[in-house]
């Protein structure tokens, strides 16, 4: 039987996270804490034209922000930095395919709120 | 034990491992907050009628009750706060902010709470005033003898050493009877605060005999309600500080210009007290005493010594903290190998088992150990064996579904 919480996919990318790393001269590079639990996560990447064409995570957290900044680099590196703007907080979630109580939210959360602010201070 | 605590009554399935963060209350405590509120509610030291008197007598009851306790000298030498982290601010900002110069050095451990680390490096920065921390050894004690590497110049600089009696984190308790003289001995001048949070709901403490200067700590650790801490200090100190919270109550006489101080302890007491937690506390106090800290101690040390014994059999787990339940409380501070110690909880919460996650307050002892956080158990006076069993067995389920 599969675990509600740890289902395949979380311990798939918790065991194995995609784009794990930092992006040599990177066009931006973050760190965000979570200060509830101390976790930390930084971004690096690359944009050209418009579009995000490297993205590199590392940090210190648990499996579901793990998978949750695993998963989502996925889904938007290739893409262009107008589409990942429309990405919803819930669109988040729903990569993850588990439902999730409001502290761990804050966990599957980390990676999209800390592109968010990567793309405004690119922006600016 | 447990059927005198009616929490566990109505979460039967409760495996509670969460002391260290607060203890959970007896009916007599939940009794005597309910009954002042019932019967005997009005403020204190205001009124002539009946009622008001009676309230105040009572409360000042408690003053007393606290001081014998401790065995201070005077029941003026207790303050009632809101709780230790207030005590703590009350020593960093009525005595530290008064008596403090540029180039002084506070004596500190890397395993202090944030509660007795950030109001000495407000100080730092508004004084200038130099901060040493203790280090630990390598079985996670104190190596408090660390500080004759100072220079003479320096340990004469020395002011104030400041040091929780034991750790949040590592269980560790700190042999005050030997580390106070250890320091008095370097210089006399010198004062001595402990923050007693984590250690009074389970050890004797008698400021007296350990000649400390200042001694914080919290009810609601120790089956009292929260929002009351107390802070002892001894009578000269208390009457040369600053009060550090202004208002009413804690006066003399105020004209449209000035105002000077009520003497101790109302000088520290500003505005209306939680007197009903104040009268609770008094109830935890005697049903602690009625128990006995001693039976409390015994029967501790033999759960922590069950569950470091189970701690070693544990694969993949390191636990941070002493290895032997000598001058140590039962804390234990784990993590299961590449697990994150939120998982850990999330795991185990679903057996019912409560345990803390993260930093627990302690940023610069993490540091220092090279985690993030920990999963923290920590038991009281309630606890059982069976209760560290399926602490265990929730163990295993983590490492199960993290696939070990």
């Known amino acids: 039987m599969q675990d509600p919480l740890y289902r395949e996919i979380i311990l798939e990318h918790w065991q194995h996270p995609q784009n794990y790393g930092i992006v040599e001269n990177s066009d931006f590079d973050v760190e965000e804490f979570n200060p509830l639990c101390g976790d930390m996560i930084r971004l690096t990447g690359k944009i050209k034209n418009g579009k995000l064409t490297e993205i590199a995570f590392i940090g210190e957290g648990c499996a579901i922000s793990k998978a949750s900044a695993s998963l989502f680099s996925e889904e938007i590196k290739g893409e262009s930095l107008e589409s990942i703007k429309k990405v919803k907080e819930q669109d988040v979630l729903n990569l993850l395919e588990i439902e999730l109580t409001p502290a761990r939210t804050k966990c599957a959360l980390l990676v999209y709120n800390s592109f968010k602010r990567a793309q405004e201070n690119y922006e600016k | 034990m447990k059927q005198d605590f009616p929490l566990f009554k109505n979460n039967p399935d409760l495996v509670y491992l969460d002391s260290s963060a607060t203890s959970q209350k007896p009916q007599v405590v939940i009794d005597a907050v309910s009954n ?16 008001s008197q009676k309230a105040t007598d009572k409360f000042e009851e408690v003053r007393k009750k606290v001081a014998s306790f401790i065995n201070a000298k005077d029941a003026s030498e207790i303050i009632f706060t809101a709780g230790a982290t207030e005590s703590l601010n009350v020593v ?22 944030h509660a007795n680390i950030i109001p000495w ?36 600089r020395i002011k104030l050493v400041t040091l929780t009696n ?21 210089n006399p001048e010198m004062k001595i605060c402990v923050d007693g949070a984590q250690s009074m709901p389970h050890l004797p403490t008698n400021v007296s005999e350990l000649d400390c200067d200042f001694l914080s700590f919290s009810a609601h650790k120790m089956l009292g309600p929260s929002g009351v801490g107390v802070l002892y200090a001894k ?75 189970q701690f070693a059999k544990q694969k993949k787990v ?87």
């Open chain 2, 92 to 113: 960093a900002f009525g005595w530290g902010r008064k008596f403090l110069k540029k180039g002084d050095i506070v004596v500190l451990s890397v395993m202090e709470h």
């Open chain 2, 235 to 309: 009578k000269e100190l208390l009457e040369s500080m600053d009060p550090f919270i202004f208002g009413g109550g804690m006066i003399k006489k105020v004209t449209k210009e000035e105002a000077t101080w009520a003497d101790i302890p109302e000088k520290f007491e500003a505005g209306t007290p939680n007197i009903a937690g104040v009268i609770g506390f008094a109830t935890a106090l005697d049903y602690l005493q009625k128990i006995g800290l001693e039976n409390i101690q015994k029967h501790e040390q033999e759960l922590t010594n069950y569950a470091l014994e």
């Open chain 2, 318 to 404: 390191t636990l941070y903290g002493p290895k032997d339940s000598n001058n140590r409380l039962g804390v234990f501070s784990f993590l299961v190998d590449g697990v994150h110690p939120h998982d850990i909880a999330e795991i185990l919460n679903r057996s019912h088992i409560a345990v803390r996650t993260g930093h627990h307050c302690t940023q610069p002892l993490m540091q220092t150990l090279g985690v993030v956080g920990t999963a923290r158990a920590s038991i009281y006076l309630y606890n059982t064996k069976e209760d560290i069993n399926k602490l265990m067995e929730g163990i295993e389920e983590v490492k199960k579904t993290f696939r070990m």
């Open chain 2, 166 to 186: 034991a750790s949040n984190v590592l269980g560790t308790v700190n042999p005050l009877d030997e580390i106070i003289p250890y320091f008095k001995k370097l």
């Open chain 2, 121 to 156: 490096i407000q100080l730092k920065k508004e004084l200038g005033i130099k901060l040493f921390y203790l280090p630990l050894t390598k079985d996670y004690r104190l190596n408090y003898k660390e500080i004759a590497l100072l220079p003479l110049a320096k340990k004469k």
């Open chain 2, 36 to 51: 002042f509120y019932t019967n005997s509610n009005s403020n204190i030291h205001r009124g002539i009628y009946d009622l």
